[in-house]
């Protein structure tokens, strides 16, 4: 079953210290192309449905490859604005190693995705050929103009009747750039989502720590603050969240819970995650995922299974994007075995 689904949010330049290197430890950068909405796009395209982007890029060579890249992995880049007068936005990754994490550093300031406002699109036009708009909170966090288009998108697509997917991916260092109160701008976006990834960090930038809160465990603490939540937010139907343990840069262990408004649990038992490959877009692969599962008819458990076995492939690839398909999911899901296939 396919479904239409319209992402917005910025591309971006990743430039990264080739293999465990620190940044310009030698004169080398590898160069990507990534964006956490982008990876939502690339993942349910290659999931099959129909995929679509929305933004703005520079208009040169740069911005090209961008939109040349997405469309090699089956994403609809037709609604992508091009401007000429921009530059495009990059991030800088140094992958860790051992017990020294991965550090990013964000060149993103006056990109041309951050110069375009909400009036640069038509948004009832926009989300009226889609099923589901996702959006991410790094894009309200790029500044008051990518704020106010953000709660545009998600307004109108909800007028619309879409599903409205929100993943927290809750950035300090851009929010810290140009002094914002996260609290009150995301308030306005969770507002309009009827889907949110997010845990109970996320929950709290926006309500404020629960002072009432006697939980002890991990899980405990999302199941608490998704009460808060589905009770501010009354079109919030479902909250989904990765449960992330660490032993080092290379070994983890992944687990999946996903809460409703109606009052189920679902969950994933944690799985060892070793010999990471790259993790950057982990989070992206298992909101793919679990969007897929839903928009296909899925049971939420199976669902959230589908989000999590994605999320665990991611690990397995280079770049910000999952490059799976459907049938490697299933293969995971399957417990198949690891042998070469040939």
Not at 52 to 60: F, S
């Amino acid at each position: 079953m396919t479904r239409r689904v319209l992402c917005f949010g910025e591309l971006l330049l990743r430039l990264g210290a080739p293999g465990r290197e620190l940044l310009l430890q030698s004169p080398l950068l590898q160069v990507q192309i990534g964006g956490a909405e982008a990876n939502v796009a690339v993942s349910l395209a290659r999931f099959g449905h129909h995929a679509a982007m929305v933004g703005t890029v520079a208009g040169n060579a740069l911005g090209d490859a961008a939109l040349a890249a997405l469309r090699g992995h089956g994403v609809d880049v037709g609604r992508v604005r091009r401007d000429p007068g921009a530059r495009m936005g990059l991030y800088f990754l140094a992958t860790g190693a051992g017990l020294r994490p991965s550090e990013v550093v964000y060149d993103r300031a006056d990109s041309a995705f951050a110069r375009a406002g909400s009036d640069a699109y038509d948004w009832p036009a926009l989300v009226a050929e889609f099923d589901c708009l996702h959006v991410s909170g790094i894009t309200p966090a790029l500044g008051q103009r990518c704020a106010d288009a953000t709660v545009t998108a998600m307004r109108s697509a909800r007028a619309a009747g879409l599903e409205v997917s929100f993943d927290g991916n809750f950035r300090p260092k851009l929010w810290a750039a140009w002094q914002a109160d996260p609290a009150t701008v995301l308030r306005a976006v969770l507002a309009e989502a009827t889907i949110a990834f997010a845990d109970h960090r996320d929950i709290e930038v926006v309500l404020g720590p629960d002072a009432d809160a006697h939980a002890d465990t991990h899980e405990a603490r999302i199941l608490a603050a998704a009460a808060r939540a589905f009770a501010a937010f009354p079109q919030l139907r479902r909250i989904a969240t990765t449960l992330r343990g660490q032993n080092s840069v290379d070994a983890h262990s992944l687990g999946a819970l996903l809460v409703t408004r109606g009052g189920d649990v679902h969950r994933v038992a944690p799985q060892a995650v070793e010999g990471i490959v790259d993790r950057i877009g982990a989070g992206d692969a298992f909101a793919a995922g679990v969007l897929h599962g839903l928009l296909v008819g899925m049971a939420d458990g199976d669902a959230l299974a589908f989000g999590h076995a994605a999320a665990c492939l991611k690990h397995t690839v280079p770049g910000d994007f999952n490059l799976v398909d459907a049938a490697a999911v299933g293969a995971l899901l399957r417990h198949e075995r690891l042998d070469v296939r040939r």
